[in-house]
């Protein structure tokens, strides 16, 4: 099998420019046809205003990985659609804000704190006033939010599903007993080990997605994992293997749903966040966030969920824990009618279920 190759680009521009792998035009020009006479028609080029906010009227707070960068800009363009005011060259701008999880690489995320680790600083500029909004994978954010703000959007969630990705193999029943899958999330280690314990997992493979596809081309791993919604927000779907159904592998709550917050006195952040919102992602995360928060997960805890609309229209929610060696799943699902209230106490039902069924201890650190 061929070698994996993948790059992105990330250069920015100040006043609301892009990140040109990406394809976002710096400057558009306008042909604009001028009728003299009947018989004769000349043509004249009109450049697009180039009329510049010196003040962003904007600011976006975000990490500063490719797909962070990329999930940034999809808000910048949603918000430069939505409002012609935002448009203007210099109108919004993209902060970046490292955070304590790109700081520290050489831990697994459970040993260094678990919540909060790609948030904190980022939620710091916001309650200070240095931004104006923060843009967050969804699943990166703990279930409570830090005093004086809100998250009132969710942009239409990506492709829930994990891709399976390999230069030797198709799936990962293919894998020959012994091989290294790599993945920094105990969820992927304990359901992988579940259904393959002759595989083993290495579970501080940590970094950014070029990052890990390049350990992939060393032969550090034989294998990892990685969201399908980043890959295909970064455009390096052509790395994928194989994608894996829901059944094999269940995702993490509120995986491939981008999440914005806005201090909570701040009217104007909020009607324009309003116009972003996709409501059918905002109460799916919801139902998934109050199964989370009912097991108080962290990253010591191998958790997942995922809530849908089924062809009637109803939710479907399925919920999963399990003992980080994968020699323990525990499984649930709920139904019900597809709306904030219902969905909320679904996914609060199901995490009671689960807690009264690991019983003591289960949580606990160390314990399997």
Do not use: W
Request: proline share 4%.
């Amino acid at each position: 099998m061929e070698t994996l190759v993948s790059s992105l680009c990330t250069t920015t521009h100040r006043g609301g420019g892009a990140v040109s792998a990406l394809g976002y035009p710096l400057q558009r020009v306008k042909i604009q046809a001028l009728p003299v006479s009947k018989k004769k028609q000349s043509f004249r080029i009109t450049k697009a205003s180039l009329a510049k906010t010196e003040v962003a009227l904007l600011r976006i707070g975000t990490r500063g990985s490719p797909l962070a960068l990329a999930q940034a800009h999809e808000t910048r363009d949603k918000l430069m659609a939505s409002h012609p005011g935002l448009a203007e060259e210099g109108a919004i701008e993209i902060v970046v804000i490292k955070t304590t999880g790109d700081k520290i690489l050489s831990q697994p995320l459970a040993d260094i704190g678990g919540k909060g680790l790609f948030t904190k600083e980022i939620d710091d500029a916001l309650i200070n006033g240095d931004i104006d909004i923060a843009v967050h994978s969804m699943k990166d954010v703990p279930t409570y939010l830090p005093e004086k703000t809100i998250l009132p959007c969710n942009l239409k969630r990506e492709d829930v599903r994990d891709a399976f990705i390999s230069l030797s193999t198709s799936s990962l029943a293919e894998l020959p007993a012994g091989s290294v899958v790599g993945t920094a999330s105990l969820r992927r280690k304990s359901q992988i080990l579940h259904r393959y314990p002759s595989l083993k997992v290495e579970d501080n493979f940590r970094g950014n997605v070029q990052t890990r596809l390049r350990k992939l081309n060393e032969g550090v791993v034989q294998a990892t994992l990685l969201a399908l919604a980043g890959l295909r927000r970064l455009r390096v779907t052509e790395n994928v293997t194989a994608t894996l159904s829901i059944d094999e592998m269940l995702p993490a709550v509120a995986q491939g749903a981008i999440g914005i917050a806005c201090r909570s006195d701040d009217e104007k952040m909020v009607n324009y966040l309003a116009s972003l919102n996709h409501e059918e992602t905002r109460l799916a995360v919801a139902c998934e966030r109050a199964f989370l928060e009912k097991l108080d997960g962290s990253c010591r805890t191998p958790i997942a969920g995922y809530a849908c609309k089924d062809e009637d229209g109803n939710c479907l929610f399925k919920g999963l824990v399990a003992s980080p060696d994968g020699t323990r799943v525990l499984e649930t699902s709920r139904k019900g009618s597809y709306d904030f209230k219902a969905m909320v106490s679904m996914g609060r039902d199901a995490g009671e279920e689960l807690l009264s069924r690991a019983g003591p201890g289960f949580f606990d650190p160390g314990v399997t």
